[in-house]
C-alpha cells in the first residue's frame, strides 16, 4: 500500500483512537494556579473548588499537614488553611487530591506567605511574676501539655453551621501576634485576641461543636475550648465562671460562660483563640469567611 494511503487508511484512525484513549485514562495533573493565593501570618485562605456533584471526597496537604475539605453545596468543596502567626514568608504548594471515576485527579494551588506586622512590647516587672518558682513551673509545663494533647485529636466532620460570630461584647485590642519582652527576656506570641468587657458579660459559643476542655489554668485561668470538627477550636480564657461541661455538645451563640480576670490578668476580658490543623489564627481572621 502506497505511504499516502496508509495514512489516510482506517488503521491509522483506530491508532489515532486508541492512544486518545490512553491519554484519557492517565491520571490526570492540573497545574498550579496563575497567581499565588496571598495569606498573611496568622490569617485563615479559604480555598473553593468547584467541582462535579459525584465527586465523593476531596483531600488536601500543606505543609505536611493533612487538610479536610468540606462540601460547602452541590457542586462546591471547601477548606480552610490556617496560616500560624510565625509561619516564615514564602511560596508552599497545597496538594489537592480527588477521586473521579478509577481516575485520581491532582491539583496544586500556591499559597504565598506575607509578612504581617505585629507589634512589640517591652514590660519591667518584678522578678517574681517572670521567673516562675520550682512548683509553679511544673503545673504551668503540666498544663500545657494537657493542651497539646486536647488539640491532637478533633473530630472527623465539620460540627460548626454557616459563619462563626464574636463571642462577647466589648473593645477588641488589637493584641493578637504582641511579641512580648519581658525584663529582656522575649516571650511567646500572645495567640488570641483580647476583647475588654464588664465582669460577668455573657460570653457565647462562636458556632457548635464539643466542648473539650474545661478548667482553671495558671496562665489563662478558667478556661473552655470547643472543638468544631476538622481540626478547627475555639479557646475562652479568663473567664469569671464556666456554664457547660467537657464532652458537651453545644450550638452557636449558646452561653459557656462569663468575662472574668482569672489566671494571669490585669483586668476583666475575654481572650478568644482559634487553632485551625495546629496553627495559631486571628479568630477575626474567622468570622470574615463565609462558610455557608
Known amino acids: 500500500m502506497p505511504p499516502q494511503r496508509l495514512l489516510n487508511s482506517p488503521v491509522r484512525t483506530i491508532a489515532f483512537i486508541i492512544l486518545f484513549l490512553l491519554f484519557l485514562s492517565m491520571p490526570l495533573q492540573a497545574q498550579e494556579t496563575a497567581a499565588p493565593i496571598q495569606v498573611k501570618q496568622g490569617e485563615i485562605a479559604l480555598i473553593t473548588l468547584t467541582l462535579e456533584s459525584d465527586i465523593p471526597s476531596v483531600v488536601g496537604k500543606f505543609l505536611d499537614q493533612p487538610i479536610p475539605f468540606f462540601r460547602k453545596n452541590t457542586d462546591e468543596y471547601a477548606a480552610m488553611i490556617g496560616i500560624d502567626l510565625d509561619q516564615p514568608v514564602g511560596l508552599q504548594p497545597l496538594t489537592v487530591t480527588w477521586q473521579k471515576g478509577e481516575t485520581t485527579v491532582r491539583r496544586e494551588i500556591a499559597i504565598e506567605v506575607v509578612s504581617a506586622a505585629f507589634a512589640t512590647q517591652s514590660l519591667k516587672l518584678p522578678k517574681g511574676m517572670v521567673d516562675l518558682d520550682p512548683p509553679t513551673l511544673a503545673r504551668v509545663q503540666k498544663e500545657q501539655a494537657r493542651m497539646k494533647e486536647i488539640f491532637d485529636k478533633s473530630a472527623d466532620q465539620k460540627l460548626w453551621e454557616a459563619a462563626f460570630i464574636v463571642p462577647t461584647e466589648g473593645k477588641v485590642a488589637g493584641t493578637f501576634g504582641l511579641r512580648r519582652i519581658m ?23 462562636s458556632n457548635g461543636g464539643k466542648v473539650i476542655l474545661v478548667g482553671d489554668f495558671y496562665f489563662n485561668g478558667h478556661s ?35 468575662v472574668g480576670q482569672s489566671g494571669r490578668a490585669t483586668g476583666p476580658h475575654l481572650h478568644w483563640g482559634v487553632r485551625l490543623n495546629g496553627a495559631r489564627v486571628n479568630p477575626f481572621s474567622l468570622i470574615e469567611k463565609k462558610l455557608g
Open 224 to 258: 473552655v475550648i470547643i472543638d468544631h470538627g476538622l481540626g478547627l477550636f475555639s479557646m475562652y480564657f479568663h473567664l469569671s465562671e464556666t456554664t457547660v461541661k467537657e464532652g458537651e455538645t453545644v450550638i452557636k451563640g449558646q452561653a459557656i460562660g462569663s
Open 183 to 205: 525584663n529582656g527576656q522575649p516571650r511567646n506570641p500572645h495567640t488570641g485576641e483580647d476583647i475588654g468587657a464588664p465582669l460577668g458579660a455573657p460570653v457565647l459559643a
